[in-house]
């Protein structure tokens, strides 16, 4: 998906115009998930870019897409590029004698310390 949204088309509400566009992402998002894996590979896995204009996107995570269109629309900016492409994603083994529980421990005490 490659698209420009405009936020403020004539006669209609800015605020159901962005709930649509936000829609629209996550219909593509699901609809891409759903397609069948090729061998080998473990999950979908997406490149995102987001910005005002195309020439000004830049690289970003998925999950902060819904709230990098909120930021634009609370600047009352007119319109936002969003470009997301599927590609292949394949898991890392874990290192040798680690285990999901340790991995959980280590991440809470390095909570901790902070």
């Keep these: 998906m490659r698209k420009t949204f405009q936020l403020q088309p004539e006669g ?9 566009i ?4 996550r219909k593509y998002v699901q ?6 894996l090729p061998e ?7 490149d995102c870019r987001f910005g005002a204009s195309q020439e000004t996107a830049e ?7 819904t709230g990098l ?4 629309a609370k600047a009352e900016g007119p319109q936002f590029y969003v470009e997301i492409l ?3 994603g394949k898991r890392k083994p874990r290192p040798a004698g680690e285990s999901a529980d340790a991995a959980a421990d280590g991440a809470a005490e390095a ?4």
């Design 12 to 20: 209609k509400n800015r605020d159901r115009v962005l709930e649509a």
């Design 22 to 25: 936000k829609h629209e992402v």
């Design 31 to 36: 609809r891409e998930r759903r397609r069948a």
């Design 40 to 46: 080998g590979v473990d999950f979908w896995d997406f």
């Design 59 to 65: 690289v970003v995570h998925l999950a902060a897409i």
């Design 69 to 72: 269109m909120n930021d634009i």
């Design 86 to 88: 599927a590609k292949h």
């Design 111 to 114: 909570d901790a310390e902070d």
